[in-house]
C-alpha cells in the first residue's frame, strides 16, 4: 500500500486520467474530490462489495429454463 501525505486542495494521480483532491479535512473526516472519466466506475468501498455481493448471488441463483424447452412443452400439451 502507498501511503501519501496530502493537505487540502493538493491532489494525488492515479495513471494519467484519475485525480484525486483533498478537499477538506474536519475531525477524522477527509473529503475528497475524484475526477475521473465516466467510463470508470467510482464507488466507496462498502458499496462495490455490495454489488459484488449481488452479482455473486445473481450468477448462483437457477437460471431461467430456456425459451425454446418452454414453448415445446407448451405444445406438447
Known amino acids: 500500500m502507498l501511503v501519501l501525505t496530502r493537505k487540502p486542495d493538493q491532489s494525488i494521480m492515479v495513471g494519467n486520467d484519475i485525480e484525486i483532491t483533498v478537499l477538506e479535512v474536519r475531525g477524522e473526516q477527509v473529503r475528497l474530490g ?5 467510463t ?3 464507488h466507496r468501498k462498502e458499496v462495490y462489495e455490495q454489488i459484488l455481493q449481488e452479482n455473486r448471488n445473481a450468477v448462483s441463483t437457477p437460471m431461467l429454463p430456456d425459451l425454446n424447452q418452454l414453448l415445446s412443452n407448451s405444445e406438447e400439451e
Open 40 to 42: 470508470i466506475a467510482v
Open 34 to 38: 475524484i475526477r475521473a472519466p465516466r
